[in-house]
């Protein structure tokens, strides 16, 4: 668990703005460099959406992105064998792609299906991965799916900071996180 | 479209076989893996070129590989925002499709065959047959006609290279795009203004699909912003519908009929702003008249808009703080365009929405120091082919409808070739049987792009000019509310024997002469580089290598003509809700609502319409937006597809009433009028050096027909009628 003197990196996602312009997952695959070759489910970000509700011409239409919820409590971490998955003081939660094995143990645990198993490489095994806030990325740098965004749905910050923008957006408005009832404790907070 | 996510637990990676592996990508990855611990990381700023935007971005550089082109937060039109195509836009170099060097065809046009060719052969073989040509029609340089995309950075050598070579025939992207637009707005304003979104409460869209068909800054200020009201009238339910607070499926081509009904109401119940009509409209009285009976129950019956809501929504938007009838796009495209976007205008100007904070605003402009070329007089000049054909013909742009009629008839000359730079033809001009009726008809066909499009497929010499991120290119004076000049520079050096427009069209034209035996070429003097140290300051200069852009730093430019400082660019220099001008020639001075006709039993009208992971024809292909959307689908209303018997997922004929046709998938959804079909663009590629695209889904230019409006000239691609056969 993050101390107080730690960052403890968080993201605030406000949906009703997305268009589904899919900036936010060419940016990510750009910046980690994800080759998905057009497998839809080699991604660290998605956008949800359930297609066009209700009968002509009464129409809505909802788009929610979604990642890792890097969650307080990570159901991914207890369950890898190898300790392959772990979570920092800062409460992102890693992957270390040299330990992992690729039994794929985090991610059927994971409710948010937020892993996906990258190609098998030549004498390898395929390899858990997933969102990691572009970790390597100097700290002046916001994750590439809040940067990118043209209508900038993400804010990311540092939740131990009162005065980040995350923390002054949880403050001001009501908000909720997904699949509460696992209590995974996730950081992705909707508002 | 359904998304669902993560069932690799259960069937592995299934569809990562369909594509292969995608060189580019595996290029930067394959570059990054082999580096040290410590890779070089140098940022370039530099500007888009993935669509019209021009957004400014950092280009993250990784050991001399680009790994990501991130959003520059200071440049204002983008505000830190870089959209799908941009993103993706950072493949381009590392295509291994694109174009490395210049080919010379060696089979039949459009079979693929091809030779390499160096550039001194291409301009060679090129100038032969120009020549030639010319030497064939007497002397006429008429006869070659040119053809480019509108506003990039070295568009301007190439409009050179066609003013010294002597011919009219020019044709830009507006008669294909927005010109009858620009010219309904223009008649009222004198002017194509833009929006202040950022700052108003209440947008009206007809048409405009900002959310999908992204502008900046109206798609960051209209979405990204809470507390809008946003109504949408469009037949087709788009993101931009779903994101808007109400959206009518209105009956296509009757948006006139919804915005005179709008005036009529806000003038019936005296909602106007008066003082702003004495003090800086003309002929209200006229208008004022002239909508009287265009009342809301009447708009119902024309446009299947509630009247109760026309009512509602006339009287919200003249009470709104800041309210704006968008002057967006796409909206009707059918036969009374121009009038359309004149209604539109004028619902702005009762309620006196011009040039204010929050409302439509003249855009400003930065001027460099750019020297024009001066044209060469020849003693056989013709004027341009389709002269006579369109009342306010843009002498800069064309009409492409009308130009090509007219070449496919000879008349009043014949056209014997063509030099394409960056206007995809095939793809994007309606009608693509008769582009390919005029392409049997020439000597040369010239094409010089980027990658090999479908129509450099089916010229006889494609030329390569640099890709963006490889490319020096001087600086460009970007228009808007806020202004700025922009810049692009290289990331990476050459990958290939590729060359910048301006080098191509200065040594093509040392191979040509005008009549006094005089070099073309004598025209261009310096290099790119020369031209970047005489166009801004030494200051301004070093701002744009670091930054990539700069401004006046005086921020948004509102309230000039307000002020005085600018007049009205109107005949009467007054904002015009009666044209004298217009009634001068014989149009008719206020915006006369025709009812379009219905397709008729068993028919559909087509609509194109954009999708936020393209940019027309062009980014089909890129593989990670293509990834989003391997093929595009017909969509036809569910219960219409029931009567044909059309399933989601079958395959369909459309066929338009001239004969074109295309095969695709049908996407039966609630989500179109049931009177219309629509289709994204860039699939269903011709060229086999797309091979995402290739012979994938559909072309809308094989299915548009080919109708224009004589005001403008614009292409009226919502004039075509389909049928849908299951194939």
């Known amino acids: 668990m993050a101390s107080h003197n730690q960052p403890r990196w968080a993201m605030v996602i406000e949906a009703d703005k997305c268009i589904d312009c899919k900036a936010c997952d060419v940016a990510c695959k750009r910046e980690n460099q994800i080759d998905a070759k057009g497998n839809p489910e080699v991604c660290r970000n998605w956008i949800n959406n359930e297609g066009v509700k209700g009968t002509y011409p009464n129409l809505q239409q909802t788009f929610t992105p979604e990642q890792c919820h890097q969650c307080d409590n990570p159901p991914c971490v207890p369950v890898c064998p190898v300790q392959a998955t772990w979570q920092g003081d800062d409460g992102v939660v890693l992957v270390d792609k040299k330990k992992c094995i690729g039994c794929t143990l985090c991610a059927i645990n994971c409710p948010y299906k937020a892993r996906y198993m990258t190609e098998a490489r030549k004498g390898e095994t395929r390899k858990a991965d997933k969102c990691n806030y572009c970790e390597y990325r100097p700290k002046t740098k916001l994750p590439a799916c809040v940067d990118t965004c043209p209508t900038k749905v993400r804010t990311f910050g540092n939740l131990n900071d009162p005065n980040s923008d995350v923390s002054k957006l949880l403050k001001d408005r009501p908000y909720k996180v997904l699949q509460e009832d696992k209590g995974t404790k996730p950081h992705i907070f909707y508002i | ?727």
Request: charged content about 25%; glycine content about 8%; proline content about 6%.
């Open chain 2, 1 to 727: 479209m359904t998304v669902t996510r993560r069932r690799f637990l259960q069937g592995s990676a299934a569809a990562a076989g369909a594509l292969g592996v995608i060189p580019g990508l595996r290029y930067v990855s394959q570059a990054s893996e082999g580096r040290s611990s410590s890779p070089e990381v140098k940022y370039v700023n530099s500007s888009c070129a993935i669509c019209t935007n021009k957004c400014v971005f950092r280009g993250q550089v990784v050991d001399g590989v680009i790994r990501r082109l991130e959003p520059e937060p200071d440049f204002p039109r983008a505000r830190g925002m870089m959209c799908a195509r941009g993103n993706a836009g950072a493949w381009t170099p590392y295509d291994p499709n694109r174009l490395k060097h210049p080919l010379i065809r060696t089979g039949k046009r459009g079979e693929g065959k091809w030779r390499k060719a160096s550039w001194e052969e291409a301009y060679k073989h090129i100038a032969d047959k120009i020549n030639t040509a010319v030497e064939a029609e007497g002397g006429n340089r008429s006869t070659i006609g040119f053809i480019s995309s509108e506003g990039t950075y070295q568009e301007h050598y190439y409009q050179g290279f066609r003013t010294v070579f002597g011919s009219p025939n020019i044709l830009r992207h507006p008669t294909i795009c927005l010109s009858s637009n620009i010219r309904g707005f223009m008649s009222v304003f004198g002017t194509y203004p833009n929006a202040d979104i950022i700052n108003s409460d209440y947008i009206i869209l007809a048409g405009a699909d900002r959310a999908e068909s992204i502008f900046t800054p109206d798609t960051i200020d209209m979405f990204g912003k809470k507390g809008k009201t946003i109504i949408c009238i469009d037949p087709r339910f788009t993101k931009t519908a779903a994101k808007s607070t109400k959206w009518f499926p209105i009956n296509p081509g009757t948006d006139m009929a919804f915005a005179l009904a709008m005036i009529h109401v806000i003038l019936k119940e005296n909602l106007q702003d008066q003082d702003f009509i004495d003090e800086y409209c003309t002929g209200f009285a006229e208008l004022k008249e002239h909508v009287k009976d265009s009342t809301p129950a009447w708009a119902e019956q024309e446009t299947g808009i509630p009247a109760s809501e026309i009512e509602r929504i006339a009287r919200e938007f003249a009470k709104a703080k800041a309210p704006v009838f968008y002057p967006g796009r796409r909206s009707g495209w059918q036969k009374s365009e121009v009038h359309t976007r004149r209604s539109i205008a004028m619902v702005n100007a009762i309620v006196g929405n011009w040039d204010k904070e929050g409302g439509l605003v003249p855009n400003s402009s930065i001027s460099i120091r750019r020297r024009p070329m001066r044209p060469v007089r020849y003693a056989n000049a013709q004027p341009r082919l389709e002269a006579d054909d369109v009342e306010f013909l843009n002498d800069g742009d064309g009409s492409w409808i009308p130009w090509r009629d007219r070449a496919l008839k000879a008349d009043p000359y014949r056209i014997r070739g063509l030099m394409i730079y960056k206007q995809n033809v095939v793809d994007s001009v309606p009608d693509r049987n008769k582009t390919f009726e005029l392409f049997d008809k020439m000597d040369i066909i010239v094409c010089v792009d980027t990658f090999m499009s479908d129509t450099a497929w089916y010229a006889d010499v494609v030329l390569p000019e640099t890709n963006y991120l490889e490319r020096q290119d001087p600086p460009f004076p970007l228009s808007g509310i806020e202004p700025s000049v922009i810049f692009r520079q290289p990331l990476i050096e050459r990958m290939y024997d590729t060359k910048p427009g301006h080098d191509i069209f200065s040594e093509l034209a040392a191979y040509f002469e005008d009549e006094n035996g005089r070099s073309l070429g004598n025209h261009f003097r310096g290099t790119i580089e020369d031209h970047m140290n005489t166009e801004v300051s030494a200051r301004e200069l070093e701002q744009l290598k670091t930054k990539g852009f700069y401004t006046t730093g005086e921020g948004p430019v509102i309230g000039r003509t307000r002020r005085g400082e600018l007049g009205i660019n109107t005949p009467t220099g007054k904002v015009e809700l009666y044209s004298e001008d217009f009634a001068g020639r014989g149009l008719d001075p206020l915006p006369v609502y025709k009812r379009p006709e219905k397709p008729g039993s068993g028919k559909f009208r087509f609509l194109v319409g954009r999708h936020a992971i393209h940019t027309h024809s062009m980014t089909a292909a890129f593989p990670e937006l293509n990834w989003h959307m391997p093929e595009n689908a017909i969509w036809i209303n569910t219960k219409r597809a029931n009567e044909l018997g059309v399933k989601s997922g079958d395959m369909v004929k459309v066929t338009n009433r001239t004969g074109g046709s295309d095969t695709i998938k049908a996407q039966a959804t609630e989500a179109i009028h049931p009177d219309c079909v629509y289709f994204a663009q860039g699939y269903g590629s011709l060229s086999k050096d797309k091979p995402l695209v290739y012979g994938r889904g559909a072309a809308q230019s094989a299915v548009l027909e080919s109708h224009f409006e004589p005001i403008s000239g614009n292409a009226l691609m919502h004039e075509t009628i389909v049928e849908i056969r299951k194939v």
